[in-house]
């Protein structure tokens, strides 16, 4: 606002006029002085008291025109006209009764229409020059009739001609040079005005004003914006800097009044966020303050300030700070009980097998399984299972030191990463302290249940120094206790007989795919509003000698030997081929193929997926490739660039097991992801479980995102009805079908349309 101050004198009146009264006062001065000299000429060398006073009056009768004119703006014409047709008469008189000459009246004249020009324009004095001319004229003739020469006559009117010509020239030429600046300067003030008027709405927009403290005066001038953001009417927008500190909190004051204050001449430059209104409506201002010269004295420094409401920021980034506390909570802790999950229990364990090997410091990892909970799942139901998990997880938490870490694993399998164990002994006593608590009756819907507890134990860096060999050799002797039905078995190298097992499987998938051994099912996903098929994901099998390899346990011996990379290919190549057969009977249904995170990362994976898109014929959009959440962790940017030439090519792109991982909404958000897919571990206990609150949730972020959600494993038309009633766009899982082989799947799509037709007759008659 207070730049407006600046345009005051062009915004009120008329501006052109102002000036041009202003630029007249400016030559009445200097006209004044000459007019003095000439006058004391008179008065004091000439003794000519009549000239004396006419040079006096003619020059306090334009000082009074002037001031009548900045007085009655309206009626400039006619004070101008009648000055100039008095002046004019009484000049005509004084050259007929008195000494003054006709020359020395033509010099006045032409002061006259130089004056008439300035007052009232070009015209007005184009008009009085003319009548002066044709009183030069009769002037001439009274001289010739008088018995004057007429030489002396004719010489007489051309110097009053020319001194009135010249005196018009110059109102001419000064009119000219007054109209270019005025338009100047109107367009300077057009140009400020639009300025402003931008700068205001730039702020409000914005939600910044700006403000500005004179140390001279003392006052706070403050724009439109902050006056608002203040809390203050819009005038005055000029306060005393006491009454602009008090508009803040009391606690801001004394901080605020140093910042005011001259130190050695100089003031500091600050950034605070300050607080106004009251406890229940609390404003956040973030106030800045910069050093300014003052215009007026450059040695007297002053602030220049910026006012930014950041009360809507705030609260957003507040929800905000929320939101990713309940995500992080999400995906580091277990919901039900509220231990570590598998994903922060794997970072802490790999963190302090690190620090135990690099500074030589025991440590032990026990795996803890428990029994007899399966049959109070089965016998008392998921709720009363889920109360049993709880109290085993507060009992096993009792019993450690606050820098062990407790981790449930899924299912009722937990884990406990002790940080200082220095002997056998130590996780002897403290694995019989948990084995006897859980083994104490809990008391579940009214009824004492019990169950019990096989622990398996391995040390570091005793047994090894890796983190995956840890879990899994304390795996191992959860196993043999569980087996022996004892307690507690601690690792000894005479379990490493899976680790053998594992080398031979891993001998045997060499060569898998040249003996044939491999074979793709499909597993179909349906639509739970329309209850329409619309893909089959393709899952790899082994039958290696007649016997079926569990995914689980070949998929990682492939992914660790690299042979992933070429299996991966050959699922590819089967899966497309295989939608090209159903697009070719008329029955186009998308196929979902699960990519190995190595696979993707291969260098000519992208190719693969062109070429073998190519040699089908098939619609880049009946492709589906799945990738998994810490994929879009681990080197994001590159990831980032591939899923968007997948993208571009027109294949979708999903997420599987969503809710396992870390996936940072940050990634989510900008990377081209089509579908969410919920791990079955979030479905398979829905509706009794708490499950249902986190397939939920991922359901509202999938939603939020614009991505499509899939469940996993639905084996229930319970889970059905409630992923439906959670708006969950589809599902998959053995309620429709177990996986099948290719050949059978379009006489499930055939017999599952037959009885959504069916149905839908009924529902009709």
Same mark, same amino acid.
């Given at each position: 606002?207070?730049?407006?101050?600046?345009?005051?004198?062009?915004?009120?009146?008329?501006?052109?006029?102002?000036?041009?009264?202003?630029?007249?006062?400016?030559?009445?001065?200097?006209?004044?002085?000459?007019?003095?000299?000439?006058?004391?000429?008179?008065?004091?060398?000439?003794?000519?008291?009549?000239?004396?006073?006419?040079?006096?009056?003619?020059?306090?009768?334009?000082?009074?025109?002037?001031?009548?004119?900045?007085?009655?703006?309206?009626?400039?014409?006619?004070?101008?006209?009648?000055?100039?047709?008095?002046?004019?008469?009484?000049?005509?008189?004084?050259?007929?009764?008195?000494?003054?000459?006709?020359?020395?009246?033509?010099?006045?004249?032409?002061?006259?229409?130089?004056?008439?020009?300035?007052?009232?324009?070009?015209?007005?004095?184009?008009?009085?020059?003319?009548?002066?001319?044709?009183?030069?004229?009769?002037?001439?003739?009274?001289?010739?009739?008088?018995?004057?020469?007429?030489?002396?006559?004719?010489?007489?009117?051309?110097?009053?001609?020319?001194?009135?010509?010249?005196?018009?020239?110059?109102?001419?030429?000064?009119?000219?040079?007054?109209?270019?600046?005025?338009?100047?300067?109107?367009?300077?003030?057009?140009?400020?005005?639009?300025?402003?008027?931008?700068?205001?709405?730039?702020?409000?927009?914005?939600?910044?004003?700006?403000?500005?403290?004179?140390?001279?005066?003392?006052?706070?001038?403050?724009?439109?914006?902050?006056?608002?953001?203040?809390?203050?009417?819009?005038?005055?927008?000029?306060?005393?800097?006491?009454?602009?500190?008090?508009?803040?909190?009391?606690?801001?004051?004394?901080?605020?009044?140093?910042?005011?204050?001259?130190?050695?001449?100089?003031?500091?430059?600050?950034?605070?966020?300050?607080?106004?209104?009251?406890?229940?409506?609390?404003?956040?201002?973030?106030?800045?303050? =910069?050093?300014?010269?003052?215009?007026?004295?450059?040695?007297?420094?002053?602030?220049?300030?910026?006012?930014?409401?950041?009360?809507? =920021?705030?609260?957003?980034?507040?929800?905000?700070?929320?939101?990713?506390?309940?995500?992080?909570?999400?995906?580091?802790?277990?919901?039900?009980?509220?231990?570590?999950?598998?994903?922060?229990?794997?970072?802490?364990?790999?963190?302090?097998?690190?620090?135990?090997?690099?500074?030589?410091?025991?440590?032990?990892?026990?795996?803890?399984?428990?029994?007899?909970?399966?049959?109070?799942?089965?016998?008392?139901?998921?709720?009363?299972?889920?109360?049993?998990?709880?109290?085993?997880?507060?009992?096993?938490?009792?019993?450690?030191?606050?820098?062990?870490?407790?981790?449930?694993?899924?299912?009722?399998?937990?884990?406990?990463?002790?940080?200082?164990?220095?002997?056998?002994?130590?996780?002897?006593?403290?694995?019989?302290?948990?084995?006897?608590?859980?083994?104490?009756?809990?008391?579940?819907?009214?009824?004492?249940?019990?169950?019990?507890?096989?622990?398996?134990?391995?040390?570091?860096?005793?047994?090894?120094?890796?983190?995956?060999?840890?879990?899994?050799?304390?795996?191992?002797?959860?196993?043999?206790?569980?087996?022996?039905?004892?307690?507690?078995?601690?690792?000894?190298?005479?379990?490493?007989?899976?680790?053998?097992?594992?080398?031979?499987?891993?001998?045997?998938?060499?060569?898998?795919?040249?003996?044939?051994?491999?074979?793709?099912?499909?597993?179909?996903?349906?639509?739970?509003?329309?209850?329409?098929?619309?893909?089959?994901?393709?899952?790899?099998?082994?039958?290696?000698?007649?016997?079926?390899?569990?995914?689980?346990?070949?998929?990682?011996? =492939?992914?660790?030997?690299?042979?992933?990379?070429?299996?991966?290919?050959?699922?590819?190549?089967?899966?497309?081929?295989?939608?090209?057969?159903?697009?070719?009977?008329?029955?186009?249904?998308?196929?979902?193929?699960?990519?190995?995170?190595?696979?993707?990362?291969?260098?000519?994976?992208?190719?693969?997926?062109?070429?073998?898109?190519?040699?089908?014929? =098939?619609?880049?959009?009946?492709?589906?490739?799945?990738?998994?959440?810490?994929?879009?962790?681990?080197?994001?940017?590159?990831?980032?660039?591939?899923?968007?030439?997948?993208?571009?090519?027109?294949?979708?792109?999903?997420?599987?097991?969503?809710?396992?991982?870390?996936?940072?909404?940050?990634?989510?958000?900008?990377?081209?992801?089509?579908?969410?897919?919920?791990?079955?571990?979030?479905?398979?206990?829905?509706?009794?479980?708490?499950?249902?609150?986190?397939?939920?949730?991922?359901?509202?972020?999938?939603?939020?995102?614009?991505?499509?959600?899939?469940?996993?494993?639905?084996?229930?038309?319970?889970?059905?009805?409630?992923?439906?009633?959670?708006?969950?766009?589809?599902?998959?899982?053995?309620?429709?079908?177990?996986?099948?082989?290719?050949?059978?799947?379009?006489?499930?799509?055939?017999?599952?349309?037959?009885?959504?037709?069916?149905?839908?007759?009924?529902?009709?008659?």
């Amino acid at each position: 606002m207070f730049w407006q101050r600046k345009l005051e004198n062009y915004m009120d009146g008329d501006s052109a006029l102002k000036q041009r009264l202003q630029l007249l006062e400016y030559y009445a001065f200097v006209a004044a002085t000459v007019w003095a000299l000439i006058a004391a000429n008179y008065l004091f060398v000439l003794k000519s008291y009549s000239l004396a006073v006419m040079t006096a009056s003619g020059c306090l009768a334009s000082f009074a025109t002037i001031k009548l004119v900045q007085k009655l703006p309206q009626y400039r014409s006619f004070l101008a006209n009648l000055f100039v047709f008095s002046t004019v008469l009484v000049l005509c008189g004084c050259t007929i009764v008195t000494e003054f000459t006709f020359s020395q009246a033509a010099l006045y004249y032409s002061a006259v229409i130089f004056l008439a020009a300035q007052l009232a324009g070009v015209r007005v004095a184009l008009v009085w020059t003319f009548a002066l001319l044709g009183i030069s004229c009769l002037d001439l003739l009274n001289h010739i009739s008088i018995g004057n020469p007429i030489r002396e006559s004719a010489d007489r009117l051309l110097h009053s001609v020319g001194t009135i010509i010249t005196a018009f020239w110059l109102s001419f030429e000064s009119e000219k040079f007054f109209n270019v600046r005025t338009r100047r300067l109107e367009n300077m003030t057009a140009s400020l005005q639009e300025k402003t008027r931008l700068l205001e709405l730039a702020e409000e927009t914005a939600g910044v004003g700006h403000w500005r403290w004179d140390s001279g005066t003392n006052q706070v001038t403050l724009s439109t914006e902050a006056l608002t953001i203040c809390g203050l009417p819009q005038q005055p927008d000029t306060i005393a800097l006491v009454d602009f500190v008090k508009v803040w909190h009391a606690k801001h004051i004394s901080e605020l009044q140093q910042h005011f204050t001259l130190s050695n001449g100089t003031l500091n430059e600050f950034n605070h966020e300050l607080t106004l209104g009251s406890s229940e409506s609390t404003k956040y201002v973030n106030c800045r303050g =910069l050093l300014q010269q003052n215009e007026k004295n450059d040695t007297l420094p002053s602030i220049f300030g910026t006012l930014r409401d950041d009360t809507l =920021l705030r609260s957003a980034t507040d929800r905000l700070t929320l939101k990713a506390e309940q995500l992080n909570q999400l995906a580091s802790f277990d919901p039900l009980t509220g231990l570590a999950n598998r994903h922060k229990f794997q970072e802490e364990l790999a963190e302090r097998v690190t620090h135990a090997v690099a500074h030589n410091v025991p440590m032990a990892l026990l795996v803890l399984d428990m029994n007899g909970f399966k049959s109070i799942n089965d016998t008392m139901g998921h709720a009363a299972g889920d109360e049993v998990l709880k109290t085993t997880a507060k009992r096993i938490s009792s019993l450690v030191s606050s820098t062990d870490l407790v981790a449930r694993l899924g299912g009722d399998e937990f884990t406990v990463i002790l940080k200082n164990t220095d002997s056998i002994k130590d996780i002897e006593s403290i694995a019989d302290r948990i084995i006897k608590a859980i083994a104490a009756p809990m008391q579940v819907e009214g009824q004492e249940v019990y169950v019990g507890l096989s622990i398996g134990a391995s040390l570091a860096p005793t047994d090894t120094t890796n983190a995956d060999e840890l879990f899994c050799f304390a795996d191992t002797a959860m196993y043999v206790a569980k087996t022996a039905q004892q307690g507690l078995a601690i690792y000894t190298n005479e379990m490493s007989e899976n680790i053998r097992n594992r080398r031979s499987l891993e001998n045997r998938l060499a060569g898998a795919i040249k003996r044939e051994e491999f074979s793709v099912v499909y597993h179909p996903q349906c639509d739970i509003e329309t209850g329409r098929l619309t893909a089959f994901e393709a899952l790899l099998r082994w039958n290696n000698e007649g016997k079926n390899i569990k995914p689980l346990d070949f998929i990682p011996l =492939l992914e660790g030997n690299g042979q992933i990379v070429e299996v991966g290919r050959w699922v590819l190549d089967q899966a497309c081929s295989q939608a090209a057969h159903w697009k070719a009977q008329g029955l186009p249904a998308r196929i979902a193929i699960n990519i190995s995170p190595i696979q993707f990362r291969d260098a000519k994976f992208t190719d693969d997926i062109k070429q073998t898109i190519l040699k089908y014929d =098939l619609p880049a959009e009946l492709v589906e490739l799945e990738i998994t959440e810490g994929l879009l962790i681990d080197d994001f940017e590159n990831t980032s660039a591939k899923l968007f030439e997948l993208k571009d090519l027109g294949c979708r792109i999903s997420i599987d097991d969503f809710g396992t991982g870390y996936s940072s909404l940050a990634y989510l958000k900008h990377l081209p992801i089509d579908v969410l897919k919920i791990d079955r571990e979030f479905i398979k206990d829905i509706p009794t479980a708490d499950d249902g609150t986190i397939a939920a949730s991922v359901i509202v972020l999938g939603q939020s995102l614009n991505m499509e959600v899939l469940a996993e494993g639905v084996e229930t038309q319970a889970q059905i009805e409630f992923l439906k009633a959670n708006d969950c766009h589809s599902y998959q899982g053995n309620f429709i079908s177990t996986p099948i082989p290719g050949d059978k799947c379009v006489d499930l799509m055939n017999e599952h349309s037959a009885k959504l037709r069916s149905s839908y007759e009924l529902q009709d008659s």
